[in-house]
């Protein structure tokens, strides 16, 4: 038997055990963090967020408020970031599929 090899691939078991379980919990979160998103969606393409976005230049904004959501990339900007993961997901699910 060789130890040291056996230690290695332990090693790399170990991590990858590790890391499968690290993303499981990533995985809940984020379809749990989708289903808020289709809200933001849905507020997004309303003309609840055009009036919204209009309004933003001329209403008194409470100073600390953060309203980075009416800025025209904002949100934007969020849908091609969700898309590129979504298609990374694929993409490592395809490969993780394959390699078995």
């Not at 590790?18 to 969606?41: A, G, P, R």
Request: charged content about 35%.
């Amino acid at each position: 038997m060789e130890i040291e090899k056996v230690k290695e691939y332990q090693d790399i078991y170990d991590k990858h055990l590790s890391t499968i379980n690290q993303v499981q919990k990533s995985l809940k979160l984020l379809k749990k963090s989708q289903k808020e998103y289709k809200k933001l969606l849905d507020y997004y393409y309303s003309e609840q967020f055009t009036k919204d976005f209009d309004d933003s230049n001329t209403f008194p904004i409470p100073d600390g408020m953060d309203l980075g959501i009416l800025s025209e990339d904002a949100i934007f900007d969020l849908i091609g970031e969700n898309y590129n993961l979504g298609v990374e997901l694929m993409e490592i699910g395809l490969k993780i599929i394959k390699d078995n």
